[in-house]
């Protein structure tokens, strides 16, 4: 695996100016009596972020020639129901966490209770931008209610909601196996991860073949080897991505991978999972280097 | 005004029935590790009430000819939101209540961070099942995204949220006035029966014409007549519907129709908004006999 090119850091900057500049407009705070929520909204959608889900998107929809503005705005109502579960993984009741990649949290900013309905408000205008026709350019209703299934789907019980339980639980155990934590980030970071791949897809025509079973076999391996990286970085890292102090999930007793395997296994699964992600690419050869590079980026990632 | 037939409370009970079939097969709980969030999901789903939204959506349907299975469907979809709505405002941060119709809230009786998941799994519901199309009979894409469209902008920070924040915001001020309590009903309660409503006439073909208005017109009365019966009954009922100690809530200084207008003036505007709500009925003669007669059962009702 070599160092991502040039070509693929201007590509992956332009994608980011156009999530950043989306996700600026759907935050925009109307004068009204509930400006409050929108404040809260706005300060945890914009507060930052790798904004893999929708780069990912983004990439799938090119991939298969989708137009590239719809899936901006797809990609960005899937990082709105990001944004919502990460307020709500932080509220007291969840983690209880004060900081968010070195900034307050959002309940530390606002009420509490404000921070719960912002949360509330995100995933419900996931919706709300999902099925507005005036959003998109070239997409059909046929289109649009597949990606709004597509999204639910993995946003719910089955997907990161079942997850977050899943994680609940398993906090209380002492004896949580490796293939709990897999089945655990497989459904609480690993659907949305794979969603946003199959939305682009769907963007861009591509439903239930052999070229959409590819790109899942790529995403599904790439969400593990996502949440691996973020594993190891927690304890290696200069930096923890939550601003939480460094090893803080081993300390809290948390299970992670490198907690379950230790370091040395966890880096060989990460690896292993990137190189089955790329390889389900090659399907597709050189048309795929955006996403080949993109899975490279990520395991080589210091944040 | 006269009393409702029997034919009304016979076709009620057939729609309560239809109702309480369809939640119980949507709250159905897995046999998977996340089951805790759905036993909670269920605890709240079928906890009771009057199903005054699903209904409403039925009953509309029906007086233009939809398919009634469809809008079983889509008033439950619809019933869950109102569920998720109610959950996150029992919760300590927000109004902190113990019980909601004589029973423990779902916080009491699940862990605090299941009942906020809970909350989120059932906004997320709705949307799952209006976006699947093996959920209905007669819909295509552009009718179910037309639907996902009017539910998701009811209940988002311009319609049920919005109103909610606004609540928040109000009950800290001691100047609200009469204006700023109908603002905020009408998107707190009145946006989900105006809804309710819509996503009848949608069912039933009708998308923005006379017949479409006329509805919102009656949906829009009633909707604040049903608040400000509500607020009545707290003041007058043997039984306060929340399971809360009658008069509760002008002890706690909270805003009401009551407090604010006084008795006898809240009574006269809730039979003058039931009224035109009835009166927008005429357009359609005989033929909406059932809903002008669930105007005036709830003009009556006492819980």
Same sequence: chains 1, 2.
């Avoid at 980011?16 to 706005?42: F, G, H, R, T, Y």
């Avoid at 299970?255 to 992600?277: C, D, M, P, Q």
Wanted: glycine share 8%; hydrophobic share 40%.
């Amino acid at each position: 695996m070599v160092k991502p090119s040039k070509e693929f850091e201007k590509k992956l900057e332009l994608y980011i100016k156009l999530i950043e500049e989306k996700l600026q407009s759907i935050a925009a705070v109307p004068n009204s009596p509930d400006a409050m929520v929108c404040e809260a909204m706005k300060y945890s959608l914009l507060a930052g972020g790798k904004r893999i889900r929708p780069v990912i998107t983004i990439a799938c929809a090119e991939l298969f020639g989708g137009n590239i503005d719809d899936a901006v705005t797809v990609g960005c109502a899937l990082e709105c129901i990001h944004t919502y579960s990460l307020i709500h993984d932080d509220l007291p009741c969840m983690d209880n966490d004060d900081l968010r990649r070195g900034k307050p949290t959002c309940h530390k900013v606002f009420p509490e209770n404000i921070a719960l309905l912002a949360g509330d408000a995100l995933l419900n205008k996931a919706f709300e931008i999902m099925s507005d026709k005036d959003n998109f350019i070239s997409l059909n209703e046929r289109t649009m209610i597949e990606l709004v299934r597509t999204l639910s789907q993995a946003s719910g019980t089955k997907g990161m909601i079942g997850g977050q339980v899943i994680d609940l639980i398993n906090e209380k155990r002492d004896d949580v196996d490796i293939q709990e934590l897999i089945l655990m980030h497989k459904k609480k970071t690993g659907a949305l991860i794979e969603a946003a791949a199959s939305l682009g897809c769907i963007i861009g025509g591509v439903i239930e073949n052999e070229e959409f079973n590819k790109i899942s076999q790529f995403s599904s391996n790439l969400g593990l080897a996502f949440q691996i990286k973020d594993d190891i970085l927690d304890v290696t890292g200069n930096e923890d991505i939550l601003g939480k102090p460094i090893g803080s999930d081993k300390e809290s007793g948390k299970n992670t991978f490198v907690t379950l395997l230790g370091l040395e296994k966890a880096e060989y699964i990460l690896k292993r999972h990137t190189e089955v992600s790329i390889s389900a690419l090659e399907y597709f050869g050189d048309k795929a280097w955006f996403l080949k590079e993109l899975a490279v980026s990520l395991l080589i990632r210091e944040k």
